[in-house]
């Protein structure tokens, strides 16, 4: 079975600097999809950003950008000149591409990184 | 689009009572996603619907929570009776069936069991 870890319960960047999220996975799958996913106390889940994994290129969205290493199956975020906006939990995902059956696939979520963000 | 819309968005009611949950998910999108999310047990999927049909109900705790997806723009979760351990926010999120563009989440509904 899939599975996702985010070894880091908790992290604190200071504003106007960079912070890195970490997540690997375990697959046997050759064709997946990750994912970030930003919850703030607002509680809405919002897509950050999302990888195929058949690209060797990097996905970036603004301030936001990941390090995909298929091989060592890691999947860090980067959150460049973080703002106080960008306190949040985070939670990484990953869903498996070949739908066998007919049915979607479920998201695995991690169980998250806690950002604060100091001014 | 508005989204997945949710509703209630609280939920305050006695243990033993009823409570149903509803969702609408985006149109055109045919997999229907029910999650349940506290501070102990994170992220838990309880149930999804591909095409109005229930494909993987394995997490639904136990018989008390029922789920229903009559037509492809509506579904409800449903817990009867209700026990203060119930107490979470629940999330509906819905899917195109291209795995690529995830879920869409709606807002959640906070729910208190006193």
């Known amino acids: 079975a899939q599975t996702v870890t985010q070894s880091q319960p908790e992290m604190s960047v200071q504003e106007a600097e960079t912070v890195t999220l970490s997540c690997t996975y375990d697959?046997?799958?050759?064709?997946?999809?990750l994912f970030w996913y930003k919850q703030p106390p607002s509680r809405q889940m919002i897509l950050v950003i999302r990888?195929?994994?058949?690209?060797?290129q990097n996905a970036t969205e603004n301030r936001f950008s990941v390090n995909f290493q298929k091989a060592a199956k890691s999947f860090s975020l980067k959150i460049s000149d973080s703002q106080l906006g960008d306190a949040a939990m985070y939670f990484c995902?990953?869903?498996?591409?070949?739908?066998?059956?007919?049915?979607?696939?479920?998201?695995?979520f991690g169980t998250g990184t806690l950002l604060a963000v100091q001014p | 689009d508005a989204g997945v819309i949710q509703s209630p968005r609280h939920e305050v009611t006695e243990m033993g009572q009823e409570v149903t949950l509803r969702c609408k998910p985006i149109?055109?999108?045919?997999?229907l996603f029910w999650y349940r999310q506290t501070m102990m047990r994170g992220l838990e999927l309880l149930i999804y619907?591909?095409?109005?049909?229930?494909?993987?109900d394995s997490g639904m705790p136990e018989d008390r929570f029922s789920a229903k997806m009559p037509n492809a723009s509506f579904s409800t979760l449903k817990i009867q009776p209700s026990e203060p351990r119930d107490s979470a926010v629940y999330f509906c999120?819905?899917?195109?069936?291209?795995?690529?563009?995830?879920?869409?989440f709606g807002s959640g509904t906070r729910l208190t069991v006193v």
């Open positions: 999120a819905s899917s195109p069936r291209a795995g690529f563009y995830g879920y869409t």
């Open positions: 697959t046997s799958e050759s064709d997946y999809y």
């Open positions: 990888q195929e994994a058949y690209k060797q």
């Open positions: 995902a990953y869903r498996r591409a070949t739908i066998y059956g007919g049915a979607t696939n479920k998201l695995i």
């Open positions: 149109s055109g999108h045919n997999s």
């Open positions: 619907f591909n095409n109005n049909v229930p494909i993987d």
